[in-house]
């Protein structure tokens, strides 16, 4: 698996050279976006995530590392669907390492005039029962305000028996809210903040840089709300094919 991981990957940076159309990622920083991948398009991720302090104990959390596809499949014009799988590394454990997920949605003035961008779906969609299936789910509602950047809220909730605070109580719903804008031709920025003290909610921020019509790398940094769990680092390449 680690072998056509990184076929995958030199692939990707073969069809870079293409300078396909540049599409918009489909998350923020680390919460969905209502950004929706269009007809035909395929969006390639390697995310990592790097604990930057020590536990109690002296050793460090495991590095993860998140390699996915995206998929555009609807053409029409105004409701656009997207599907993907993701290889997950969690500090070498590699005993089921895929999920899905799935997003569905109108962009920004889809529906009318003004009107806000709407997104409804899932991700972390896992294969073992009990142990990977975190099945969160998640509405989303976006707008751009001008030169302010644009801003967005939504609800989440997820498997009621994983989604869990420190303590092992049920922790399998909160809120989404982001910012994010485009400072220049090259550079993005952005903060959002998933609530909850489970293992997915957290604040992070970071910007990214466009290195080409269709590749850009995201800088990031997350804190999560639970206090157990150390700030991380993360890097993510996005390329668009």
Same mark, same amino acid.
């Given at each position: 698996?680690?072998?056509?991981?990184?076929?995958?990957?030199?692939?990707?940076?073969?069809?870079?050279?293409?300078?396909s159309?540049?599409?918009?990622?489909s998350? +923020?920083?680390? @919460?969905?976006?209502?950004?929706?991948?269009?007809?035909?398009?395929?969006?390639?991720?390697? #995310?990592?995530?790097?604990? *930057?302090?020590? +536990?109690?104990n002296g =050793? $460090?959390?495991?590095?993860?590392?998140?390699?996915?596809l995206? /998929?555009? /499949?609807?053409?029409?014009?105004? %409701?656009?669907? &997207? %599907?993907?799988?993701?290889?997950?590394?969690?500090?070498?454990?590699? +005993?089921?390492?895929?999920?899905?997920?799935?997003?569905?949605?109108?962009?920004?003035?889809? $529906?009318?005039?003004?009107?806000?961008?709407?997104?409804?779906?899932a991700?972390?969609? *896992? !294969?073992k029962?009990?142990?990977? #299936?975190?099945?969160?789910?998640?509405?989303?509602?976006?707008?751009?305000?001008?030169?302010? *950047?644009?801003?967005?809220? *939504?609800?989440?909730?997820?498997?009621?028996d %994983? !989604?869990?605070?420190?303590?092992?109580?049920?922790?399998?719903?909160?809120? $989404?809210?982001?910012?994010?804008?485009? $400072?220049?031709?090259?550079?993005?920025?952005?903060?959002?903040? +998933?609530?909850?003290?489970?293992?997915y909610?957290a604040?992070?921020f970071?910007?990214?840089?466009?290195?080409?019509? =269709?590749?850009?790398?995201?800088?990031?940094?997350? @804190?999560?709300? &639970?206090?157990?769990?150390?700030?991380? /680092?993360?890097?993510?390449?996005?390329?668009?094919?």
């Open positions: 698996m680690k072998k056509a991981a990184w076929a995958l990957l030199v692939l990707c940076f073969v069809v870079l050279l293409s300078e159309v540049f599409a918009t990622p998350t +923020q920083i680390w @919460i969905p976006s209502t950004d929706i991948q269009p007809f035909g398009k395929t969006h390639f991720g390697y #995310d990592t995530y790097i604990k *930057g302090q020590k +536990q109690p =050793n $460090l959390e495991p590095t993860v590392t998140n390699m996915g995206t /998929f555009g /499949f609807f053409k029409d014009e105004k %409701l656009r669907l &997207e %599907l993907g799988m993701d290889y997950r590394d969690i500090g070498g454990d590699h +005993q089921y390492p895929i999920y899905f997920n799935t997003k569905l949605g109108y962009a920004e003035n889809a $529906l009318a005039t003004n009107s806000p961008a709407i997104a409804i779906g991700f972390d969609l *896992g !294969l029962h009990g142990l990977t #299936d975190y099945n969160v789910y998640y509405f989303l509602m976006a707008k751009t305000f001008g030169n302010t *950047g644009r801003f967005s809220a *939504g609800y989440y909730g997820g498997n009621k %994983l !989604l869990l605070d420190a303590g092992g109580h049920r922790d399998n719903t909160g809120f $989404l809210v982001s910012w994010d804008k485009n $400072l220049s031709d090259k550079w993005w920025g952005a903060i959002d903040y +998933q609530s909850g003290k489970n293992s909610g604040l992070s970071g910007v990214s840089y466009k290195f080409a019509s =269709n590749t850009s790398v995201i800088f990031g940094y997350d @804190i999560w709300n &639970e206090s157990l769990y150390k700030p991380t /680092f993360t890097v993510q390449l996005d390329i668009d094919f």
